[in-house]
């Protein structure tokens, strides 16, 4: 199995109580710990504006402007967004701004890409939140973009939603073929289509149930538009509350709960721990182990992993590299 890290960036309130002015150094510091490691192959950003579990004035850097600066300040890592919202920022001006990314960083951008979903932060921005319809065709649109930029330096494209005409993307990315591309959602009819026309990866729903289910309807569109399903990297993304016995992980569940309850109110600071009760990288190194050799041997191979913590506490990051990397490790 292969390993991403989530760096906190502020969108789940893991920056609360930090000064702006050292905002930075402490992603940085994040970040090129990862890089300097072994353990984690790539690390990953959120691309939004407004916080979660509702907006409010705490931090949210913006994704792009991090993998500039993340890529000036690593050398190994690869580094990605899951996952940028195609609307947001018009496809051939993304294409040119990757493409620069990717030099910067000498080859390491991935492009995790989706139609986007946070209806307050796309109303508080100006675009408007057109139908589910409009989002997905503007991500297949985008995405065929995407490819010719990457491959020729150029692009042009007719259609509905988007208009090119000739744009040039010099020079292009480092790595040959172009950008890594991540579709990320599991919408059964349209997402998972284009994720088989289009990806060398995906990412959606990682509980054992919903990865199988959405294994089978990816495969069904790569049968339909003639893809290799088996040359498709399946990931998940998993939030981690990891301890060395139930009252640790329980610890760090209250600690989450108690930095996010004085900003959003008590009751959605616990919901807030539902994304993490009960799920497959919540318990002890030795429940974690278990639940994502089932996931890998389901054929979730990629799993990155969000600590919501790791801006104030490494002691969880350190337990899962030292005694669940080394058992999942291909």
Request: charged residues 25%; hydrophobic residues 40%.
């Amino acid at each position: 199995m292969r390993f991403g890290l989530f760096v906190p960036q502020g969108w789940r309130l893991d920056l609360v109580g930090i000064d702006p002015a050292d905002q930075w150094d402490v992603m940085r510091d994040i970040v090129q710990r990862a890089d300097q490691g072994g353990s984690f192959e790539s690390a990953w950003v959120y691309d939004h504006f407004h916080t979660v579990p509702q907006p409010t004035e705490e931090a949210c850097h913006e994704a792009w402007s991090l993998m500039a600066a993340f890529g000036a300040a690593t050398d190994r890592i690869r580094l990605g967004q899951m996952c940028t919202c195609m609307a947001y920022r018009n496809p051939a001006y993304l294409a040119k701004v990757a493409a620069t990314c990717d030099i910067i960083s000498k080859g390491r951008i991935e492009m995790g890409i989706g139609g986007g979903w946070y209806e307050q932060e796309w109303r508080a921005y100006g675009y408007g939140f057109p139908s589910a319809g409009e989002r997905l065709g503007r991500l297949d649109e985008g995405v065929q973009i995407f490819a010719q930029a990457w491959s020729q330096g150029r692009a042009s494209l007719d259609g509905k939603y988007y208009q090119v005409d000739d744009a040039i993307v010099t020079p292009k990315p480092l790595q040959p073929g172009g950008i890594p591309l991540w579709i990320a959602g599991g919408g059964e009819k349209v997402t998972l289509k284009i994720a088989a026309k289009y990806a060398q990866y995906t990412n959606f729903d990682g509980t054992p149930e919903g990865f199988a289910h959405k294994s089978e309807i990816l495969a069904g569109h790569c049968r339909d538009v003639g893809t290799d399903f088996e040359k498709i990297v399946r990931s998940a993304n998993y939030n981690v509350a990891i301890g060395r016995d139930s009252a640790e992980v329980e610890e760090r569940l209250q600690t989450l709960k108690a930095r996010l309850a004085p900003v959003v109110g008590e009751e959605k600071a616990e919901g807030a721990l539902r994304a993490f009760r009960g799920l497959p990288a919540c318990g002890t190194p030795e429940q974690i182990v278990e639940n994502l050799t089932a996931l890998k041997k389901q054929g979730m191979t990629y799993s990155i992993l969000y600590f919501p913590e790791a801006a104030y506490d490494r002691s969880g990051i350190e337990l899962f590299e030292r005694e669940v990397v080394p058992a999942l490790r291909d």
